[in-house]
């Protein structure tokens, strides 16, 4: 046989004679065949593990190879690899089909690790094969990122096996803070912050070491002076977190400074309890008698500015690219003046205790102006700049002299009256807890909610040209006032009731329903009923105006024209 794993048996066959033929009394020849089996019985033979030598790799690099082995036996076995439990604690790995990874840490430089691999077969019995490598671990002088001057920084989403070095200088005077961000405990990545390199100098003492502050983020928070070089130590083990580092606050006396940026920052003021002062994610909590006044100064980019009050009452004027939010004198809570600008976008929360008031104003722009049942909001058309005001018990936005501004007051399912004040040039809705007030808006529309019982009031435009001559109309959907530069329109009102009292030739224009309605007329006054199971509801009324237009369009109309005082024109009224 040619193999010996070959076949598990054989056959021959043979023929038989002696040497002596018949000559020396011998038999004849037999002719006859003969069969002949030899059983063959398998052995597993052992697989051989190809040589694999000692290996190295850099600290904290990743070491791969694929190991192979050859098998004798036919049909070839099933082969597979594998590594002692020594190697898999120190973080070595194989895949049953050879493939080697281990990527060392940095607490492994500098030391040589044996690990056995071996490969199996699944014979009967079945039999292995191994080798034992050494590998060494260089261990690598650490690197020392500079990251140059820093006022902010976020570095995202990094890991951590060791330690990690960052040299930087400071920007402003004031506090220095860096801070760990996680995900979730554990917070193991650690700080310590040094005035030297302390990779160059084994041994150096830190200036400070983190500690876990109120969020359980490891943070260490150093005074400095501009201009200053420091070092920072990044530590212990963490698969992935955020580094916050900010050189942006200023505490002196009771005098908070806040620098912003060249990128987009965010600030925070919370007045609650403390005084909490937070710039692009990280915050400093100071008592309120630590703080009288706060600025911030927004820089280059688009940025964001969040206030909130105290118990007490407070008062926010803000145009369009600063602002001025205080606690007024008088009340139980500590005085304070936060003073922002260079900004963009601006949120404002007054949902504590106290009284509380906001006025904002517009720009030179087109405006548009925005009041819900608890909040308002204030901003360009064109998006340049945005502000908010929310559970402020007033709020009055004032659209300036230029730009062609838009209010809209959204109604709620409460009781709400609208009121626009010609002579003034405000617009105002009140109820549900808020009265919010547009002023110098050319554009205001007014919508009453679905429920409850909503009213509205005009009074017209005053003046001594043509500019006051207002027109108003009266119809079902909507009432509206119109003069030169004004359009101010009251939607789905129960009730609405406008006086002309001003200077000008102001004219009403009033329209019926599908309806029936009833019409009366006295002295300076003309009012429009609907019936109600039988009674009159008012709907509309106009006093003073010079020139009166009702219109009967539909249903069953009448009307009761006493002695007036004005020009009345009736249009398709029964007689």
Known sequence: MDDANGSPYTTFTFQVEDDGRTTGGGANLDLSENTMTINVTRVNDSPVLDPIGNKSVDEQAELTFTATATDQDLPVDTLTFSLDPAAEALGMSITADGDFSWAPTESQGGDSYDATITVTDNGTPNLAHSETISITVN??????????????????NLSLAGS??????????????????????????QLKLYDADPVATAGLTPLAQSAL????NQRIDWAVVAGEIYYVEVYGDNPKFDLRIANLVHHEDTAVTVHGTAKRDVFKFDAEVSREITINGIAYDY?????GTVTFEGGEERDIVWLYDSAGNESLEAWSDHAMFT????DTEQDYIVRVSGIEDLLAYATRAGTDTAVFHGSQEADKLKSYEDFVRLRAKDSSYTMRAKKFDTVVGDGGSDGKDLAVFNGTDGDETFTYLGAHASATMEGMAREHVALRFGNVVARAGKAGDDVAHFTDIPGSTDDANDVIYFKSHKTQLRGSDVKITARAFDQVYANASEDGFDVARIYDTAADEHLEVD??????????????????EAVAFERAKCYSTE????????EHTIDLLLYNWDE
């Open 213 to 216: 502050d109120t969020d359980a």
């Open 555 to 562: 249903g069953n109309d009448t009307k009761d024209v006493r």
């Open 139 to 156: 261990a690598i002088v650490p690197k020392v990122v500079d990251l140059g001057q820093v006022d902010f920084r976020l570095l995202p």
């Open 164 to 189: 990690r070095f960052y040299r930087f200088e400071t920007v402003h005077d004031g506090t220095l803070s860096w801070q760990v961000d996680v995900p979730a405990p554990p917070k193991s990545a």
């Open 523 to 540: 002295g300076d006054t003309v009012r429009l009923y609907h019936y109600d199971v039988g009674q009159l509801e008012l709907m509309y």
């Open 287 to 291: 008592a309120d008698t630590e703080v």
């Open 327 to 330: 606690n007024d004198t008088g």
